[in-house]
Antibody, heavy 123, light 111 residues
Framework: EVQLVESGGGLVQPGGSLRLSCAAS????????MHWVRQAPGKGLEYVSA????????YYANSVKGRFTISRDNSKNTLYLQMGSLRAEDMAVYYC????????????????WGQGTLVTVSS | QSALTQPASVSGSPGQSITISCTGT?????????VSWYQQHPGKAPKLMIY???KRPSGVSNRFSGSKSGNTASLTISGLQAEDEADYYC???????????FGTGTKVTVL
């Protein structure tokens, strides 16, 4: 079964740091680009960050650029999101998702998603 | 990059059909055949329902269908059932500078 399990969320003070992890199983992790998407309480989905299958390329939404770092360890089948200088507006459930795409195309879709991990930013 | 525009809510009676629109621009929906749709029940993770505009993943009911015309994509749910009550989000690939943009989300209510 293809599965993604996030961990590492919790309560952090404004300006603090947190590292999220996403453990993958049931598929060849090193063959897929991986993404982070977040959802603030009662709000919609917001695209956050992406990393290529070999980790050589990364992408960040403007809202997190310079504060968040995405990385992966293909030997451990794990995706990470290092979050720094956290703000109240970063409070959300963070989902990791596998990007699936047709051969030869850049874009694709997300399947599956993890169950999410809640990050609370508050003093 | 602005979010794709969806109606905040759509409702229908059991057995009816409803359609959710997703309006973007020529930089995203209009440029790529890469619109996907996700269903999200309260407290749960999003689930892929439609990809590449109109394709259904294995296991998704054929009551769900997708289409696109110009800068607007649509999700139609036919034979509405109680379990279809959820939030629905569209998503489009938007090129190498932006990658992906999500819709604002639509709450579907089964009356």
């Amino acid at each position: 079964e293809v599965q993604l399990v996030e961990s590492g969320g919790g309560l952090v003070q404004p300006g603090g740091s947190l590292r999220l992890s996403c453990a993958a199983s049931g598929f060849t992790f090193s063959s897929y680009a991986m993404h982070w998407v977040r959802q603030a309480p009662g709000k919609g989905l917001e695209y956050v960050s992406a990393i290529s299958s070999n980790g050589g390329s990364t992408y960040y939404a403007n809202s997190v650029k310079g504060r968040f770092t995405i990385s992966r360890d293909n030997s451990k089948n794990t995706l990470y999101l290092q979050m720094g200088s956290l703000r109240a507006e970063d409070m959300a459930v963070y989902y990791c998702a596998r990007r699936v795409a047709a051969a030869g195309t850049r874009g694709g879709w997300f399947d599956p998603w993890g169950q999410g991990t809640l990050v609370t930013v508050s003093s | 990059q602005s979010a794709l525009t969806q109606p905040a809510s759509v409702s229908g009676s059991p057995g009816q059909s409803i359609t959710i629109s997703c309006t973007g621009t020529s930089s995203d929906v209009g440029s790529y055949n890469l619109v996907s749709w996700y269903q999200q029940h309260p407290g749960k993770a999003p689930k892929l329902m439609i990809y590449e505009g109109s394709k259904r993943p294995s296991g998704v009911s054929n009551r769900f269908s997708g289409s696109k015309s110009g800068n607007t994509a649509s999700l139609t749910i036919s034979g509405l059932q109680a379990e279809d009550e959820a939030d629905y989000y569209c998503c489009s690939y938007a090129g190498s500078s932006t990658l992906y943009v999500f819709g604002t989300g639509t709450k579907v209510t089964v009356l």
